[in-house]
């Protein structure tokens, strides 16, 4: 990998530091103005972001690219692409991996950056392709004969977020006849819930796991499996697995089918392998998944780019790094203007909580600066009636990345007092992103919006699933090329060990207790086991 | 209403900062034991508060405690449920209203604090009492003789989030024979996604807008009616109406039953009103709207003790202030260990944000602290394999309020690898809050948890209408307490109309072109004209 060096050493950070005492004040006297509106537009793969209601100008753009420059973002991304071991912690025991699901989408232009990878995704699809047409030609039947109507994903995180997010996105492309449900949540309601209402005897069950040993994951494995069972119902003809090659789930004997993703392929990054394929090509056919492929490679393309003016990814990137490290914001707000997207931000809060979420550097030594922020956020316009009294008024500043289409996606819609529900829906997103910026003086101190609250359009045609794959590369390339300029490890996640470490210890409490009624785990865990005591969930 | 000063004014502010320069280091040895957690603990209303994983001792509580009675929170919270002008800026055109969520559940023990308005809930109780029996008799069916089963909630914001996230963890109790549906977005294809696949003959549509003139509400309501007319149905026989004494849509002559709020309840803290009871009613049945009113009205009372370590509403906000003000944290994230309340932060983001998220004091100056925090959070266990990266390892340290219950709704559960699901949750929820507190040693940096991250765990029996009536509760009183304490008004909302003044002029030019293709926005609106212009939104 090329350059990675701690943020705070590259010369650019000073000299951005210094520009931040003073950034733009977008409520002086033409600060805003119609041609900084029109000269402020990047453009990629589909999408443009509109980024004048950002605090920056010229110069301190001009110093972010040499931020990217110093810090070798693209070329990290190239290097990454092509196969470099980006998930790694030098001198420490990490996970050493490469980083390659930007290959699962490498179908469109030759050579692929990594062939390796593309040809085992190629493999794959392939496969998958094969199941889709033998359930198409009525080949695979479930065992009474009828199609298959019904899939049930169970995974949890990267095996259910984003696939469920896109799912959700591209409703208006699935095909009537098919549906998927999601059970991901440990708790037993969440599969009661889901399961009840199913006809399972023409039900798939879609079993996620990378590593084939996700707790959560097996358990709801398992009941559904009983489900199925106490139905009459033999799993072997309705289960499909995706793990990972050689994982304890990784038996074809328990499977009608089981499809492989790579170690190479983080869960946050994998809706574009079998992940999300085998469920998405289920509900939208394999030519709308290849679509989304599609538009995701388009977008990786763009983000190869050196100049962040002309790179939406990179820009995303450096933009929030401007808000994150200079101008001091914990958060940033992810707010679409589509009711489709209402889970997209869910994805994201893993895609970019999850890997950016760090504290040391790829050296293992302390970050000196902040790194990942708070990801949040809701559809609009809904969210206008929620959370943004807060974003506009309240005193701590939210930058906004707002997401919208200029057409909507059923083309069912009507004029009311003049105006169509697509044009209300994006004049209040102009709207929000004017109002954010340049706030409203009054004598009413109530009334007061202070303004200069930095948000950024980024805007497609329509959201099919092309311009859906495009939007979810945007992000995952985003999140990439900031953990380069961190100088932070974006692909393993640590973090979440030690909280399952201590609910293992836990669990022995709860068997422990069932098999030997004097059990008392007070000794080899005080804390834990005063915890169990004092909130009563041992004595249920 | 009692005192009113600003919070840095009152004496116990300035200990308070004193304090916080060295806070409880909950990874000292031994600073967290069993003794601490046993001791730590706050009960009411069926719940009970473990706050031991927070960064207080009993100087600080005793500190909060006379932040709380030195601005007489819980006597302005009394004052406020007995009908005082709670809503409103001093020497400002405000509001000027009372605030009386609180009257709508206080049907329980006498005298209710405010009877006039707790005369007037129980008038509509009564018609909505009379309305469902008629249902449930079959003395009201469908025009076509049949039963309703579905109803369509047409509402945004407060007329949507609290009712659906209560509806939602509320489905273990639902009649098998009644669903609700949503529509909230102005994105037409939120209307269009939910009115395709249902049989409007047997569908009402319940219209909910206090001001009866909410831009979103009525161009839906309009989609509705012209969807119902195309299916050849009068809308007058299927469409009901929740609306403000004298709004525009109080009109008996356009619905089959109207039923009222009052000018005292906030859109936000509406959910006990008719703006919940009208969908909860239909779907869950009169009881169990009546068990929500009685859980609710239970925290109520709890919520007027004046010592905190008694009262769960005033130790929640207390020790959020803690975290906002004196440990400088930013955001909440609420986190509940129950799938069925994956909707429930989506409501409390509107709850408290749009409540506190001020800048200004009741008096109209600028408030010198931070007020209301950035509120956020999914259901566990599915968060942990997503953001809690983040909330372990980054370097923004997030305050946690952990939702959990000791048994599951549906029953539903069995042994996998020796343990319930019921354990695997609960097992985790305690984990998580002893992993944030205590975080871990370790020689590789990237396994090290700095731990110190602040969290509190809020428990009942079981999520029942009872209990989610309280956990209602205990959210808004927390609000109300907090604003009471920052000395804002919580009450309000003015923050949101600025984006719709901007929204507004910017659909006259969609409007304007459409009528005269030589229409130019540009002179009067040149920012707006640029947006449209440059983001293509114009020429479609």
Known sequence: MPDRLPMDTLPAFAALNDLARRPLDLTAPGALNPARI?????????????????????????????????????????????????????????????????????????????????????????????????????RLTAPNGETFTDLVNIGIGGSDLGPRAVYLALQAFRRPDRQIHFIANVDPDDAAAVLAPLDLSRTLVNVVSKSGSTLETLTNEELARTAFLSAGLDPRQHFLAVTGEHSPMDNPDHYL???????????????????GGVMLGFALGMESFLDILKGAHAMDRAAETRALRHNPALLLALLGIWNRNFLDCDTVAILPYSQALHRFTAHLQQCDMESNGKSITRQGAAVGYHTGPIVWGEAGTNGQHAFYQLIHQGTTTVPVEFIGFRQCQYGRDRQVQATFSQEKLVANLLAQSLALAIGQAHANPNKRFPGNRPNTLILADRLTPESMGALLALYENKVALQGFVWNINSFDQEGVQLGKLLATRLLDHFAGQRNDPAYNGQASDPLGWALLETTGLLAK
């Open 257 to 275: 089918r089981a499809f492989h993703m790579f170690d190479y392929i983080g869960g946050r990054y994998s809706t574009t392998s079998m992940v």
């Open 38 to 138: 029109k000269a402020m537009v990047c453009q990629g793969a589909g999408f443009t972001l509109h980024y004048a209601a950002q605090r920056v100008d010229d110069t301190v753009l001009d110093r972010l690219q040499e931020l990217a420059d110093q810090s070798g973002a693209v070329d990290q991304f190239l290097a990454m692409q092509q196969g470099a071991i980006a998930n790694r912690i030098d001198g420490q025991e990490s996970e050493n991996r490469q980083v390659l699901h930007t290959a699962t989408r490498d179908l469109f232009t030759e050579p692929p950056r990594e062939p390796k990878a593309t040809a085992q995704a190629r493999g794959e699809l392939d496969r998958l392709a094969t199941f889709l047409a033998d359930l198409d030609s009525g």
